[in-house]
């Protein structure tokens, strides 16, 4: 009787959860009018800006300087020209009530299996990773790299966490690293336990690498350069204060997360997913043993090779090759299938072994499938604009510090609704910016609030990756909320303290 009661009060699953979210944004299309501003976007071919107003009709405008300026838009037309700002931005003062656009039954079905037609690139990744894991898997070559890596580290196990942490920070602040880190999960995941961690501490330390480096954005283009160009200034201003707060928000979260990780290790009761550990464990450390020795001979150290000289190419490939999800895939594909030349196992068993491992993370690429169908019902809603809207009708006439803060907040709020950076800068720089104007203040304030809002609403946020994340790792998403919520918490005070005084400083 017992055990049926503790198992009905269990936290919903990840699927559970982003459907709820769902119905949610759904019942907000009913609630919320739905509205649309002008939309500007720059024609490379016709070397023109494209017009399209609330009703849909699109005009062609020339692309100068002169129209930008009748437009009320405060950009360097340059910014369009030479590619920098390449999605439509919202004309201000262009805000239209429209016609309802209610989310039905029928919307609300439909919005999964749009959101997995719509992210089948990134699903794609996840699949053939998960092939390539069940491969390494099978060869031994991690029960070895672990089984080397704990003796090494023996006595400076949080080392390991600093050094993934910095890593992963480093690359969110410069080229925006998010989803890519999806990557090392199975990769880290058996090392962190193996050294006596739990997985909460595994994903704290890549999550909230990957978090608080793109929240704190020094010259990250997907985020805080084109908000800028949006913005109509300079990504370097504001630059010396981004820094700043990316160092000491690291350094909070470091702080953090070493507490709870020498709780960790002190009594392995004090993990809030203990309960859940063994399970966990065998799904990570199934073949691994820590008395059995795994030689690491030429085979296993060249697959290795191998794997990690993938990460260092893909990294370029996204900052400087302009990358995305079918390059990824197509490098890691290239990777599994080296690894299967390597491996010395026959045709059909490195194939079979290929698909049970991508098999396992088929429940992973499914959540990021319909959490893409919450944003589809928002967008087909229309009412993403008019949250706009909204927000910026809250900060009009505010002042100084309050001005910031409130901004930050706001950014918060729509980086839910719109979770892409860079859709989230080019739509509402144009509305938001010319505010600092009207109260004296620098327009790298409002680029700053909306970097910091929008990465610290993704320490939670069920649209963006960590229910992904988590069903990688198998951690509920209470679990995580018992243990971010805290830090969530004191990361944005320090964010707001950080704005007022940047409001003061400059």
Known sequence: MNQKKKKGLQFPTAFTVLFIILILAAILTYIVPAGLYTKLEYDAEQNAFLIEDDNGEISTLPATQETLDSLNIRMNVESFLDGSIKKPIAVPDTYQQIEQSPQGLVDVIMAPIQGVMDSVDIMIFVLILGGIIGLINKTGTFDAAIATLSRKTKGKEFLLIVAVYALITLGGTTFGLAEETIALYPVLMPIFLATGYDPIVCIAAIYMGSSVGTMFSTVNPFSVVIASNAAGISFSEGLTFRII???????????????????????????????????????????????????????????????????????????????????????????????????????????????????????????????????????????????????????????????????????????????????????????????????????????????????????????GLILATLELVDVTYDKWLKFILPLMGIIGAFAILMLVLQTVII
């Open 245 to 463: 707060g990316l160092v000491l928000a690291s350094l909070i979260t470091i702080v953090y997360i070493y507490r709870y990780a020498k709780k960790i290790k002190s009594d392995s009761k004090n993990s809030l997913v203990y309960d859940d550990m063994k399970r966990i464990e065998n799904r990570f450390l199934k073949d691994y043993d820590a008395e059995k020795v795994v030689p690491f001979n030429w085979r296993r150290i060249l697959i290795l090779l191998v794997f990690l000289g993938a990460f260092p190419i893909m990294v370029w490939g996204v900052s400087s090759g302009d990358w995305w999800f079918a390059e990824m895939s197509a490098l890691f594909l290239a990777v599994a299938l080296i690894i299967m030349f390597l491996s010395g196992f026959s045709e059909k068993n490195s194939v079979n072994t290929f698909i049970e491992g991508a098999a396992d993370l088929v429940g992973v690429a499914l959540i990021i499938g319909v959490a893409r169908g919450i944003n589809i019902v928002m967008d087909n809603g229309m009412i993403s604009d008019t949250l706009l809207n909204y927000t910026s009708s809250a900060v009009e006439g505010m002042s100084g510090g309050l001005f910031s803060a409130v901004q930050m907040l706001l950014f918060s709020i729509l980086g839910f609704f719109i979770p892409s950076s860079s859709g989230l800068a080019v739509l509402s720089m144009p509305i938001m910016a010319p505010l600092a104007d009207t109260v004296g203040l620098s327009r790298e304030i409002v680029v700053t609030a909306y970097n910091w809002g929008q990465g610290w609403m993704s320490f939670i946020t069920p649209t």
